[in-house]
């Protein structure tokens, strides 16, 4: 007999452009889970509602988001992709989970604490209530395995809690669900200003988007900052000459960005080369992925199809849960 696969959840908000943090910290891990487990993937349309998008623009979000998941390598016939709002399970296992949520642990959530300090003027009961619908697409689909970066921690911790108090009250229904990566750590894509790491958010020319044209790539990293002690061999490398190189690890021939290195320690590095160098190998990583998301995002018929049957495959397995989640409630009548 086949032994059941694990299930994996983790879904990606609708907000601004995937850049390449996204693929190396997020996409390229689901990838490969996609062989391994049994993967529900899906877009966090019900989440970007807590900074208000414009009705307008969610739509194209959503399918741009899915397409180039999909233009990344993730299989439909091999992951179950879906958008959070056509599961309406999922909103009312929410509002039973918020009976098991106290108020007091939502105000002490960082995050919730930093919506605050960064948008005052917006601190609707979504944000408040975030971790509880981020447990609640966990739990929905009876995740076990779930991966996530180190700043989605404690939501993931709050997501076992939450199992635990219902689990406790009710009766033995959720997994807790536990952190995975391949390997002990995350790739980290620093941002081309030297400041951190690539954000959907932050300085547009310090990232690099799955969408960018080529001038546009090419543009970035000729900018990108190089800040150097050279003059004296054997100096450190600085931050930002490590940025690149680490960059060149991951889109550049193996010699490459050993070369560089190498450069850099006799002081013979050219910064013009290693820039001009990695902007074309760049180019040609990221030009296939934007040129197949562009053309999955113009065969409209074909990204409906794809929501429709995600949707379908995840509303089943989470009408199970629900179903067997009000039956212990006891609010199953009939």
């Given at each position: 007999m086949a032994t059941e696969k694990e299930i994996v959840v983790s879904g990606i908000r609708p907000t601004g452009y995937l850049h390449l943090g996204n693929y190396f910290g997020a996409?390229?891990?689901?990838?490969?889970?996609?062989?391994?487990?049994?993967?529900?993937?899906?877009?966090?349309?019900?989440?970007?509602?807590?900074?208000?998008p414009d009705p307008k623009d969610l739509r194209g979000n959503v399918e741009r988001v899915l397409a180039e998941n999909i233009a990344s390598g993730l299989d439909p016939e091999k992951v179950v992709l879906y958008v959070q709002s056509d599961v309406p399970e999922i909103s009312e296992l929410y509002l039973l989970m918020n009976m098991l949520a106290y108020v007091g642990e939502l105000e002490k959530v960082p995050t919730f604490k930093d919506k605050v300090r960064l948008q005052?003027?917006?601190?609707?009961?979504?944000l408040l209530t975030?971790?509880?619908?981020?447990?609640?697409?966990?739990?929905?689909?009876?995740?076990?395995?779930?991966?996530?970066?180190?700043?989605?921690?404690?939501?993931?911790?709050?997501?076992?809690?939450?199992?635990?108090?219902?689990?406790?009250?009710?009766?033995?229904?959720?997994p807790e669900p536990e952190a995975f990566n391949y390997g002990d750590s995350l790739v980290r894509i620093p941002s081309l200003d030297g400041k951190g790491k690539m954000s959907k958010s932050e300085n547009e020319m310090a990232t690099l988007y799955l969408a960018d044209e080529d001038d546009k790539i090419l543009n970035k990293i000729k900018k990108a900052?190089?800040?150097?002690?050279?003059?004296?061999?054997?100096?450190?490398?600085?931050?930002?000459?490590s940025n690149l190189i680490d960059l060149m690890k991951l889109?550049?021939?193996?010699?490459?960005?050993?070369?560089?290195?190498?450069?850099?320690?006799?002081?013979?590095?050219?910064?013009?080369?290693?820039?001009?160098?990695?902007?074309?190998?760049?180019?040609?990583?990221?030009?296939?992925?934007?040129?197949?998301?562009?053309?999955?995002?113009?065969?409209?018929?074909?990204?409906?199809?794809?929501?429709?049957?995600?949707?379908?495959?995840?509303?089943?397995?989470?009408?199970?849960?629900?179903?067997e989640a009000k039956k212990l409630i006891g609010i199953k009548y009939y």
């Open positions: 996409i390229r891990n689901f990838i490969r889970m996609q062989e391994d487990f049994n993967c529900y993937f899906f877009v966090a349309d019900w989440h970007s509602l807590t900074t208000h005052p003027e917006n601190v609707n009961a979504g975030y971790p509880v619908l981020m447990a609640t697409d966990i739990l929905i689909q009876r995740a076990v395995k779930v991966p996530v970066g180190k700043d989605q921690g404690q939501h993931l911790e709050m997501a076992r809690n939450f199992a635990q108090r219902f689990n406790h009250r009710y009766g033995n229904l959720f900052k190089t800040d150097s002690a050279t003059g004296v061999i054997g100096s450190p490398m600085p931050e930002s000459v889109v550049s021939a193996p010699d490459v960005a050993t070369f560089y290195t190498a450069a850099w320690d006799d002081q013979t590095i050219r910064f013009g080369d290693m820039k001009k160098q990695l902007g074309e190998d760049m180019v040609k990583f990221i030009a296939p992925i934007r040129e197949k998301a562009k053309a999955l995002q113009q065969d409209h018929a074909y990204m409906q199809r794809i929501m429709k049957e995600g949707a379908e495959k995840a509303r089943e397995n989470a009408s199970k849960t629900l179903n």
